[in-house]
């Protein structure tokens, strides 16, 4: 079932406006990246919407099938996510840097969709596209799933300490009073103490990741 075929039909705001089904995901969607998922209540999407709260409920049914319409749409962005490059190795990195921006960019529908047991859903299309690509040149079986893992669990690890930096701005840095006085590299303790700049890191991380796999352009 699709995320807009969870609403019936469509309600009309207070102006006789018809609200559509995409709509209402879609101001959903907004609240619960902007606010959480605990601030999604049916009285705050109507007031959203301009609609009357029982006219949500008539339309689009309880909260808990508001969510799921949000977990299906996350999942419907997941599919759209497509290789771009002309070797294999630019079509993975794409891939890696999609993912990160969608992982990045609704946080808290990622927890959600992993709340409800929706995590292999979500990832199997960038998963299916990768293997793609690993066996375009050659790598199958246990190797291209060691491989397809390192990439993803590199994203994955991005994001987390992207959001970790977001509530936290000192996340990531160390205090150079720990180091010792006399350690040979004291100008990479300094570079340690700033705070991290996770996009460059990344970068970073995936290109040496990608050349490290023994995948060739």
């Known amino acids: 079932m699709s995320a807009a075929s969870r609403v019936r039909s469509e309600p009309v705001d207070r102006d006789g406006r018809p609200v559509t089904a995409d709509e209402i995901l879609e101001v959903a969607g907004n609240i619960v990246e902007r606010h959480g998922v605990d601030a999604l209540t049916m009285r705050r999407l109507s007031d959203d919407l301009g609609v009357a709260v029982t006219s949500v409920y008539w339309h689009v049914g309880n909260r808990d099938a508001v969510l799921d319409g949000l977990v299906d749409r996350l999942l419907d962005r997941m599919e759209t996510i497509r290789a771009e490059g002309d070797t294999p190795v630019e079509r993975m990195a794409s891939l890696a840097r999609q993912l990160r921006s969608t992982l990045l960019e609704r946080q808290h529908l990622v927890g959600l969709a992993h709340e409800r047991d929706r995590s292999p859903a979500m990832f199997l299309p960038v998963q299916q596209a990768l293997a793609a ?85």
């Open 133 to 217: 690509e690993l066996a375009s040149v050659g790598k199958y079986g246990a190797e291209a799933a060691l491989m397809l893992r390192a990439l993803q669990v590199h994203v994955i690890s991005s994001v987390l300490m992207d959001r970790a930096a977001a509530r936290n701005a000192s996340h990531g840095t160390v205090d150079p009073d720990l180091w010792p006085a006399n350690f040979v590299d004291r100008e990479l303790v300094a570079a340690l103490a700033d705070p991290a700049a996770y996009d460059t890191v990344f970068e970073f991380g995936l290109i040496a990741l990608l050349g490290g796999l023994g995948v060739n352009d």
